[in-house]
């Protein structure tokens, strides 16, 4: 196992992309530091019980009415790279509004705030890995990357998964996307393969009829680095 | 394998609005005996303060176990304007290392923030654990005593600073899982 801890190499982004302007002053310049994987790293954080009681997996309940935009489904299994599902684990989003506006203090763009939405999920995987979000079709916004730069549509996806080498953070887009091509983030991934793993794409089993239109993504998380906690925990 | 992994892409500026959580830097309630402060700025490659990062822990208890009763071991904690960031914790035991040996007392850190597109991973160990710290087969790993020194926490006042230096002639020491 320990030969296979850097397994998924090519698959994430560098550390510096200079296309993407907020890495050059971010970026660590020296390599990384093989850690094989010891009982820190093969064992994670369990759910915490206010997260699980404050699930919330469908962002268009939020406010007296409903918010504006275009009602989707996204919906999807967590598994790991041998396909087995990761069961009981916390799916955490957010998201712009159908204007493409955050609403989050520091977002200045110039795009109105929904007082129905605020844009953020949780809920918990099932037994087969599954979860499944109701929201609004995020807009793009622009940012300050380069001149006349657009984010195209995405929602951000926080995972903590089973163990703490398994931990993920990322974005997921959407089918069809002209923004796609020119955006630095996404570009940042140096194998285009990987790059439309982060793709939803367009489920006519997800959609609903006479109400969402449905996407499907799935999320593959690192394999063969979660250790059960009893395992971890010694005798007793 | 028979699924390929999901790529990282980073948490973005506004993350605060589904992470973290309240009370999320406390891995234990203030005044619980022996608990320890654990604070550092992260700073960039020009020495400012990131002040839109979000670092997390997690670590074993005292008695070398994970995740026991009354004892969670995560923690996150959102940057503020300085670039200052604290936990409140108990120091964890020693660990067997995975190549056999003794792992010193140590908390494994992500950081996340704009500008990470992949999660930064480090380890904060403890000043008072020079023997352990000497014998511990990922700090001994590392030649340089400048790039060591980076990843052990310094007594302050009672409790402990850890700056995490992201780019430059500090640069932390930081780990590829
Ligand atoms: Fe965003």
Same mark, same amino acid.
């Given at each position: 196992?320990?030969?296979?801890?850097?397994?998924?190499?090519?698959?994430?982004?560098?550390?510096?992309?200079?296309?993407?302007?907020?890495?050059?002053?971010?970026?660590?310049?020296?390599?990384?530091?093989?850690?094989?994987?010891?009982?820190?790293?093969?064992?994670?954080?369990?759910?915490?019980?206010?997260?699980?009681?404050?699930?919330?997996?469908?962002?268009?309940?939020?406010?007296?009415?409903?918010?504006?935009?275009?009602?989707?489904?996204?919906?999807?299994?967590?598994?790991?790279?041998?396909?087995?599902?990761?069961?009981?684990?916390?799916?955490?989003?957010?998201?712009?509004?159908?204007?493409?506006?955050?609403?989050?203090?520091?977002?200045?763009?110039?795009?109105?705030?929904?007082?129905?939405?605020?844009?953020?999920?949780?809920?918990?995987?099932?037994?087969?890995?599954?979860?499944?979000?109701?929201?609004?079709?995020?807009?793009?916004?622009?940012?300050?990357?380069?001149?006349?730069?657009?984010?195209?549509?995405?929602?951000?996806?926080?995972?903590?998964?089973?163990?703490?080498?398994?931990?993920?953070?990322?974005?997921?887009?959407?089918?069809?996307?002209?923004?796609?091509?020119?955006?630095?983030?996404?570009?940042?991934?140096?194998?285009?393969?990987?790059?439309?793993?982060?793709?939803?794409?367009?489920?006519?089993?997800?959609?609903?009829?006479?109400?969402?239109?449905?996407?499907?993504?799935?999320?593959?998380?690192?394999?063969?680095?979660?250790?059960?906690?009893?395992?971890?925990?010694?005798?007793? | 394998?028979?699924?390929?992994?999901?790529?990282?892409?980073?948490?973005?500026?506004?993350?605060?609005?589904?992470?973290?959580? *309240?009370? %999320?830097?406390? &891995?234990?309630? +203030?005044?619980?005996?022996?608990? @320890?402060?654990? !604070? /550092?700025?992260?700073?960039?490659?020009?020495?400012?303060?990131?002040?839109?990062?979000?670092?997390?822990?997690?670590?074993?208890?005292?008695?070398?176990?994970?995740?026991?009763?009354?004892?969670?071991?995560?923690?996150?904690?959102?940057?503020?304007?300085?670039?200052?960031?604290?936990?409140?914790?108990?120091?964890?035991?020693?660990?067997? *290392?995975? %190549?056999?040996? &003794?792992?010193? +007392?140590?908390?494994?850190?992500? @950081?996340?923030? !704009? /500008?990470?597109?992949?999660?930064?991973?480090?380890?904060?160990?403890?000043?008072?654990?020079?023997?352990?710290?000497?014998?511990?087969?990922?700090?001994?790993?590392?030649?340089?005593?400048?790039?060591?020194?980076?990843?052990?926490?310094?007594?302050?006042?009672?409790?402990?600073?850890?700056?995490?230096?992201?780019?430059?002639?500090?640069?932390?020491?930081?780990?590829?899982?």
């Amino acid at each position: 196992m320990l030969e296979d801890h850097r397994r998924s190499r090519g698959v994430h982004p560098p550390a510096l992309f200079a296309a993407y302007a907020s890495t050059r002053l971010r970026a660590p310049l020296r390599p990384a530091v093989p850690l094989p994987p010891g009982l820190t790293e093969t064992t994670g954080p369990r759910p915490a019980a206010e997260r699980v009681l404050a699930a919330a997996a469908d962002l268009t309940r939020d406010g007296a009415g409903e918010p504006l935009g275009e009602r989707i489904v996204v919906a999807g299994r967590v598994v790991d790279e041998d396909e087995r599902p990761v069961a009981g684990t916390v799916v955490e989003i957010w998201q712009a509004n159908a204007a493409g506006r955050y609403s989050h203090p520091d977002d200045r763009h110039r795009a109105p705030l929904d007082p129905n939405f605020r844009g953020v999920g949780r809920c918990l995987t099932g037994a087969d890995g599954g979860y499944r979000f109701v929201t609004i079709r995020p807009g793009a916004y622009p940012w300050r990357n380069h001149a006349n730069a657009w984010r195209p549509a995405h929602i951000h996806f926080s995972l903590l998964g089973r163990a703490f080498a398994e931990r993920l953070v990322t974005q997921m887009y959407f089918p069809g996307d002209p923004l796609l091509d020119h955006d630095p983030i996404a570009a940042s991934i140096p194998d285009p393969a990987a790059r439309r793993r982060l793709v939803a794409t367009w489920s006519p089993e997800l959609t609903e009829p006479e109400w969402a239109l449905g996407y499907r993504w799935d999320i593959v998380l690192r394999g063969g680095v979660s250790t059960p906690l009893h395992a971890a925990e010694g005798p007793g | 394998m028979t699924r390929l992994e999901t790529p990282s892409q980073t948490v973005g500026p506004f993350f605060a609005l589904a992470l973290p959580w *309240a009370a %999320g830097a406390e &891995v234990v309630p +203030p005044g619980t005996p022996g608990a @320890v402060r654990i !604070r /550092g700025r992260v700073l960039d490659g020009a020495g400012e303060p990131v002040a839109d990062a979000l670092v997390e822990t997690w670590q074993a208890g005292p008695d070398g176990r994970f995740d026991q009763a009354g004892f969670g071991g995560f923690a996150q904690c959102a940057t503020g304007a300085d670039g200052g960031w604290e936990i409140l914790t108990l120091k964890p035991g020693p660990l067997p *290392a995975p %190549g056999g040996g &003794v792992e010193a +007392p140590h908390l494994d850190v992500s @950081v996340l923030a !704009r /500008g990470l597109l992949v999660r930064l991973v480090t380890r904060i160990y403890f000043p008072d654990e020079a023997g352990a710290n000497a014998a511990d087969p990922v700090l001994s790993a590392l030649d340089d005593p400048a790039a060591r020194a980076t990843l052990v926490a310094v007594a302050e006042g009672g409790d402990l600073r850890f700056d995490i230096h992201l780019q430059g002639d500090d640069e932390t020491v930081f780990f590829e899982l």
